[in-house]
């Protein structure tokens, strides 16, 4: 079993930024993949990007690209999400997600999942 607790949410304005962690326990070895998540009031859930451990490949959706950045931490088991020039519509509970498979958008759905952690942009 894999363990992930999220942290670094918050109410910020538009244009600024915020940096949220995800820190993982337990079964971390097997890992392969680590990434967020995100679910708006409302709307389904949507994949953010995520991060091959041991390559450091990354991939992001359209929506967030050139304004959030993945990164990962392996020595301790730390994955973290920088997102700038924040907007209204990235309002969302942010997860952390983990597997032993590469996941992308919906391909491969993650069974490891944090329990989220609320980020709010104001106009």
């Known amino acids: 079993q894999v363990q992930l607790v999220e942290s670094g949410g918050g109410l910020v304005q538009a244009g600024a930024s915020l940096r949220l962690s995800c820190s993982a326990s337990?079964?971390?070895?097997?890992?392969?993949?680590m990434g967020w998540f995100r679910q708006a009031p409302g709307k389904e859930r949507e994949f953010v990007a995520s991060i091959t451990l041991s390559s450091g490949d990354t991939y992001d959706a359209v929506s967030v690209r050139g304004r959030f950045s993945i990164s990962s931490d392996n020595a301790k088991n730390i994955v973290s999400l920088q997102m700038n020039n924040l907007k209204p519509e990235d309002t969302a509970v942010y997860y952390c997600?983990?597997?032993?498979?590469?996941?992308?958008?919906?391909?491969?759905?993650?069974?490891?999942w944090g329990q989220g952690t609320q980020v709010t942009v104001s106009s």
């Open positions: 997600a983990a597997s032993q498979r590469l996941f992308v958008g919906e391909y491969n759905i993650p069974p490891y």
């Open positions: 337990g079964r971390t070895s097997s890992m392969k993949t």
